[in-house]
Antibody, heavy 114, light 110 residues
Framework: QVQLVESGGGLVKPGGSLRLSCAASGFTFSDYYMSWIRQAPGKGLEWVSY????????YYADSVKGRFTISRDNAKNSLYLQMNSLRAEDTAVYYCVYGPLDYWGQGTLVTVSS | QAGLTQPPSVSKGLRQTATLTCTGN????????AAWLQQHQGHPPKLLSYRNNNRPSGISERLSASRSGNTASLTITGLQPEDEADYYC???????????FGGGTKLTVL
């Protein structure tokens, strides 16, 4: 079965950096596009970034453009999100999502606070 | 990025029918159709329907989705206590090259 396991979240100060990882299994990772979607505490869902199956096409939400970088390693069945210049408003649970929203990981919490 | 519009809350009685709506524009819902997700408190979202009325395996036949113009709808018949949850719609916006979400509808089953 499809499994997506995020890691790398934690507490970071404003202006700091974090790198999230997502380990995928149960499907041919290299065949599917992937996304990061976040949810601030008590709030709705917000799309963050998209990467095509090969990694050649990438999109970002305006709110993270220039600060976040999505990448993938198809040999390792892994998805990444490098987050720099973090702000308080980036505080959220970050979900790794397979394809057209079919499967979601359990999420990893990122807290940006001094 | 502009999002989709959903009513914040809907309340219906047990075994009644609820219809949730999601309004976008011709670049998102009107073009690509909408996906619907259900989220129970403390859990990740679960896909209920994609591209208007394609249900993943295991999703109850009590749920059906449709679209008219720029508005998508999710209808849940025979409401059960476990249907009480937050429901989100989402679509890919071709002009923004971004996925957009609605703000979510909290469905209460009385």
């Amino acid at each position: 079965q499809v499994q997506l396991v995020e890691s790398g979240g934690g507490l970071v100060k404003p202006g700091g950096s974090l790198r999230l990882s997502c380990a995928a299994s149960g499907f041919t990772f290299s065949d599917y596009y992937m996304s990061w979607i976040r949810q601030a505490p008590g709030k709705g869902l917000e799309w963050v970034s998209y990467i095509s199956s090969s990694g050649s096409t990438i999109y970002y939400a305006d709110s993270v453009k220039g600060r976040f970088t999505i990448s993938r390693d198809n040999a390792k069945n892994s998805l990444y999100l490098q987050m720099n210049s973090l702000r308080a408003e980036d505080t959220a649970v970050y979900y790794c999502v397979y394809g057209p929203l079919d499967y979601w990981g359990q999420g990893t919490l990122v807290t940006v606070s001094s | 990025q502009a999002g989709l519009t959903q009513p914040p809350s809907v309340s219906k009685g047990l075994r009644q029918t609820a219809t949730l709506t999601c309004t976008g524009n011709s670049n998102n819902v009107g073009n690509q159709g909408a996906a619907w997700l259900q989220q129970h408190q403390g859990h990740p979202p679960k896909l209920l329907s994609y591209r208007n009325n394609n249900r993943p395996s295991g999703i109850s036949e009590r749920l059906s989705a449709s679209r008219s113009g720029n508005t998508a709808s999710l209808t849940i018949t025979g409401l059960q206590p476990e249907d009480e949850a937050d429901y989100y719609c989402s679509a890919w916006d071709s002009s923004l090259s971004a996925r957009v979400f609605g703000g979510g509808t909290k469905l209460t089953v009385l």
